[in-house]
């Protein structure tokens, strides 16, 4: 992997709905799941995860059912804005190179930071480790994370659907050999 020896792997969950979204609701980012990649030791250092509380949406039964967590429990988590502030200063967001399985995560950050008026946490060097796996392993169709893990041959740990484990799973493809040899990190405007 060309880059800085530590990146952030990141992987969110957000409020989210059997059917159509509630009046006056958005999808809101509710954990951060973030594991901190060693690229040049090629080992996963830390797993972390930051329970956001929702401002605009609730915790429908359908997205405790995915994700396991329940209303009460992001009651108890931190504002969005200082979610982004955790992540910048004890994550080094913006310094470090990110990636996420697919685009979402990088879409609803960007999102949820126009809605909001919080500055954005991330830098501008973001991988979509989902399109790298697929180049990787010559996949005409992009696989979802529990499908790459099983191509990969490596085991699903925790639970799926839930941010910090699914963030986990992911920095395991990361380190992958045949990825590794494909990485390269795409640079966005902010």
């Not at 992997?1 to 509710?30: F, K, Q, R, Y």
């Not at 329970?51 to 059912?65: D, G, I």
């Amino acid at each position: 992997m060309g880059m800085n020896t530590l990146l952030n792997v990141v992987d969110v969950e957000a409020t989210c709905w059997d059917g159509p979204i509630p009046s006056g609701a958005i999808h809101e980012i509710i954990e951060i799941g973030l594991t901190v990649v060693d690229s040049a030791a090629g080992t996963r250092i830390a797993k972390h995860r930051i329970l956001v509380r929702p401002e605009r949406s609730t915790v429908s039964e359908f997205c405790t059912e995915l994700t396991g967590l329940t209303q009460a429990e992001v009651d108890t988590g931190i504002s969005f804005a200082e979610a982004c502030r955790m992540l910048a200063d004890e994550y080094d967001a913006h310094a470090r190179p990110w990636a996420s399985w697919g685009d979402y995560d990088r879409k609803q950050f960007l999102r949820q930071c126009e809605n909001t008026g919080v500055a954005y946490p991330f830098g501008r060097r973001h991988t979509n480790a989902k399109q790298i796996f697929a180049e990787a392993y010559g996949l005409r169709r992009r696989q979802g994370m529990a499908g790459a893990l099983h191509i990969a041959g490596l085991p699903l740990e925790g639970r799926h659907h839930c941010g910090a484990d699914d963030a986990w799973n992911i920095a395991a493809l990361v380190l992958d050999p045949k990825v590794r040899n494909a990485w390269r990190t795409t640079t966005f405007a902010t």
